[in-house]
Nanobody
Framework: QVQLVESGGGLVQAWGSLRLSCVASGRTFSNYAMGWFRQAPGKEREFVAVISWSGITTYYADSVKGRFTISRNIAKNTVYLQMNSLKPEDTAVYYC??????????????????WGQGTQVTVSS
């Protein structure tokens, strides 16, 4: 059974940093892209970042570009999201997800097959 488990969320002051982790289990994910999405209260889920299976290709939402960095450790089946210079508008539940289509790195949530339970990130002003 495929399982994605996020961790690393919490409460941080504006301009602070957090590092989210997502550990995948149940199968090998080395051939698939993994992404991060977030959902703030009263808002729709939105794309944050995605990394290709090779780690060579990454895409970021404009709102986080230059502040967030996505990376992965294939051997550990883990994807990370380093978040720096956090802003109150980054407050949301953050979800990781895996796209089982080979060689894709999608920014659209409907392309993702499995999701984690989410981890709360709260940025205070």
């Amino acid at each position: 059974q495929v399982q994605l488990v996020e961790s690393g969320g919490g409460l941080v002051q504006a301009w602070g940093s957090l590092r989210l982790s997502c550990v995948a289990s149940g199968r090998t994910f080395s051939n698939y892209a993994m992404g991060w999405f977030r959902q703030a209260p009263g808002k729709e889920r939105e794309f944050v970042a995605v990394i290709s299976w090779s780690g060579i290709t990454t895409y970021y939402a404009d709102s986080v570009k230059g502040r967030f960095t996505i990376s992965r450790n294939i051997a550990k089946n883990t994807v990370y999201l380093q978040m720096n210079s956090l802003k109150p508008e980054d407050t949301a539940v953050y979800y990781c997800a895996v796209d089982l289509r080979d060689n894709y790195a999608s920014i659209y949530d409907f392309n993702y097959d499995y999701w984690g339970q989410g981890t709360q990130v709260t940025v205070s002003s």
